[in-house]
C-alpha cells in the first residue's frame, strides 16, 4: 500500500485518527534535543510535529541532523505523552534532502537565538523560515483571501488593471519611469511605447471605466511609489486594494469600507487564531509596555461604528486641544492645510482612541477626480485613520459632472488631454459613484501589530533598498 504524506497541520489536527499507521512528513529541523526528539516544520502550521528516534541511526546520518536541515521522514503514528502535542511520529526511516552549511550558519538568522528585526530584514530570503515571519506571511495569505472573499459575496467583480501607464492617476507624486531606452537616447518618440510611460500608482481611474460597466468591481495589486519617504508606514512598492462602485454616494462607501474592515479583521480572528496567539505573546515578550494585547486590539475594533467627523470638525478640535494646551504640534493646524501624522496620531492615540472616518476635505488637498461640494470649496472625500496606523484607506466620491470634473483638472494644470478618456465617461451616461483604497500592507501591519511595514511584506522595496 502506498503510504500517504501529510502537512504537519493536517496530521496534527487529524492525526489522533492516525493512530498507528504509517505516513510521510517533510520539513526543516527545529531543533534536536537529546539527540531523541527532532522538531520538524514545514511552514503549514506555526506548530512542529515532535520526530521521536528510537531506531539506531549511522552516525553519519545523526551528524547531518542539525537546525536547518531539510528531511523527508516516514514514522508512525503515536499518542504523545508530551504536554505540548497530542501526537507525535516515531521515526522508521529519514531521509536527507539538503544539509547545512555549518560554518555559514553561524552567521545566519536561522541560529535560534534573538535576533533585532533589522538583522533580519538583512537576509530577507531566510527569514521567512522563522516563526515570526511565517506567522505574518500565512496571516496575509488569509487576508488576501478574506478580500476576495468578501467581494466575490458582495457581487464585486475582480478586475486586473495595468501596471503600465501613462498618467498619475493621483494627479500628483513621484512616480517611476518605465523605458527600454538608456537616459541618452530617451527620446520618447523611439521609446517601446512612443511616449512616456510609468509603473501605475494606482489601478483607479481604469477600474473606475469598469465600474461604470460592471457595476461593482475592485482591483488588487501592486502600486509604485517614487517618493523619498523612509518611514515605518511607506513602501516604493505596495499592494493597494481598490473597490469602486457605480451608483454610490460618499455615506455608501464609508459604510461598505467599515463593514469590508470589519469582515477581514473578524475573518482573521477566526481562521488565524494560532498564528495571532504566537504574534501576541511575540508582542508581549519584545514590548511589555504594550498596553493591550493584539486580540483584544483587533476584538475592540468590531464592537463599535467607527467615529465620522467632518475636516472641518477636526480642525476644530485640534485649534481647541492648542488653546488649552492639551497639546503640541510641531507643524501648524489651519482650515485649508493637510494633516500631518502628528495630527492624525494625536486623534486615533489621544482624542478618539478608536478607528475614524474623516470626510469633506478642502479640496486643494485632495486629487482631481473627488466630487466637488455645494460649498464649492470642500471635496467628497473620506480617509479612514486607525489606531497605531494613521491612514489605512483613501477614498471618495467621484467627480460624475463632465464640466466640473474638466473644469477641477484645468485649474490644477494637469493635461486634460492626457486624460481624454477618463472625461469621456463622464458624456455617456455617467452616474454619481465612488470608490476607496485601502493599503494592503498597513492593513496587514495593524493585524499583526508589527511596527514597521518593512516585516509585513516579504521581500520590501524602500528607497535605497531592492535588493532580493
Ligand atoms: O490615499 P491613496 O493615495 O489613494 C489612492 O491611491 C486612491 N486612488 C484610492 C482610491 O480611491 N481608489 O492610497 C490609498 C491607501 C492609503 O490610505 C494607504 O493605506 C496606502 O494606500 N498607501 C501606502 N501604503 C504603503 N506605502 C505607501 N507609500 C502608501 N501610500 C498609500
Ligand atoms: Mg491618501
Keep these: 500500500m502506498k503510504i500517504r504524506k501529510y502537512s504537519i497541520k493536517e ?62 521522514i516516514l514514522g508512525v503514528v503515536k499518542k504523545s505523552l508530551g504536554k505540548q502535542q497530542s501526537i507525535e511520529l516515531e521515526l522508521l526511516d529519514i531521509n536527507i534532502y539538503g544539509e547545512v552549511d555549518l560554518k555559514e550558519f553561524q552567521k545566519t538568522i536561522l541560529q535560534p537565538k534573538k ?10 530570503h531566510l527569514r521567512l523560515r522563522t516563526n515570526l515571519f511565517s506567522s505574518i506571511m500565512r496571516i496575509r495569505h ?29 494627479g500628483a507624486g513621484k512616480m517611476f519611469q518605465v523605458t527600454t531606452k538608456n537616459k ?19 489601478g483607479q481611474l481604469e477600474a473606475e471605466m469598469a465600474s461604470l460597466a460592471l457595476g461593482k468591481v475592485y482591483t488588487f495589486g501592486p502600486v509604485f511609489r517614487a517618493e523619498n519617504s523612509n518611514t515605518s508606514r511607506h513602501l516604493s512598492e505596495f499592494w493597494m486594494i481598490e473597490p469602486e462602485m457605480a451608483f454610490y454616494h460618499l455615506e455608501e462607501n464609508m459604510n461598505l469600507a467599515e463593514n469590508f474592515l470589519k469582515f477581514i479583521i473578524q475573518y482573521t480572528i477566526e481562521n488565524c487564531i494560532e498564528d495571532l496567539l504566537f504574534l501576541n505573546d511575540h508582542i508581549k515578550k519584545w514590548n511589555q509596555k504594550e498596553e493591550t494585547t493584539l486580540l483584544k486590539k483587533l476584538e475592540n475594533i468590531l464592537k463599535y461604528p467607527f467615529i465620522r467627523i467632518s475636516y472641518t470638525e477636526v480642525i476644530n478640535i485640534l485649534e481647541k486641544s492648542i488653546n488649552k494646551k492639551k497639546v503640541n504640534f510641531i507643524h501648524p493646524v489651519n482650515w485649508g492645510l493637510d494633516l500631518q501624522s502628528e ?37 467628497r472625500a473620506m480617509d479612514i ?36 478618456w477618463y472625461l469621456d465617461s463622464r458624456r455617456f451616461g455617467s452616474v454619481p459613484h465612488s470608490g476607496f483604497g485601502l493599503g494592503m500592507d498597513r492593513l496587514v501591519q495593524f493585524i499583526t501589530g508589527m511596527k514597521n511595514i518593512r516585516d509585513v511584506i516579504p521581500f520590501p522595496r524602500t528607497p535605497n533598498h531592492a535588493e532580493f
Design 343 to 379: 495630527h492624525e496620531l494625536f486623534l486615533i492615540k489621544k482624542y478618539f482612541k478608536f478607528p475614524i472616518i474623516i470626510f469633506d476635505y478642502p479640496s486643494s488637498i485632495k486629487a482631481f477626480y473627488m466630487r466637488i461640494n455645494d460649498d464649492g470649496k470642500t471635496v
Design 184 to 202: 541618452k537616447k530617451n527620446l520618447n518618440e523611439k521609446d517601446f511605447f512612443k511616449c512616456k510611460t510609468y509603473l501605475s500608482v494606482s
Design 11 to 72: 496530521l496534527l489536527e487529524k492525526g489522533i485518527f492516525f493512530l498507528k499507521k504509517n505516513v510521510i512528513v517533510e520539513g526543516w529541523i527545529r531543533s534536536f534535543r537529546n539527540s531523541i526528539f527532532i522538531s520538524l516544520n514545514d511552514g503549514s502550521t506555526i506548530k512542529n510535529i515532535q520526530i521521536v528516534l528510537l531506531k539506531k541511526l549511522e552516525k553519519e546520518t545523526i551528524q547531518k541532523i542539525t537546525i536547518g536541515t531539510s528531511v523527508k
Design 385 to 420: 485613520l486607525f489606531p497605531e496606523i494613521g491612514e489605512i484607506i483613501g477614498g471618495s466620491q467621484r467627480e460624475e459632472r463632465y464640466d466640473l470634473l474638466l473644469k477641477r483638472i484645468k485649474n490644477i494644470n494637469i493635461d486634460h488631454n492626457e486624460l481624454w
Design 142 to 170: 488569509h487576508i488576501s483571501f478574506s478580500i476576495h472573499k468578501y467581494f466575490h459575496k458582495n457581487g464585486f467583480f475582480y478586475v486586473h488593471t495595468p501596471i503600465i501607464t501613462t498618467l498619475n492617476a493621483e
Design 115 to 124: 535576533h533585532s528585526l533589522e538583522k533580519l530584514r538583512s537576509q530577507a
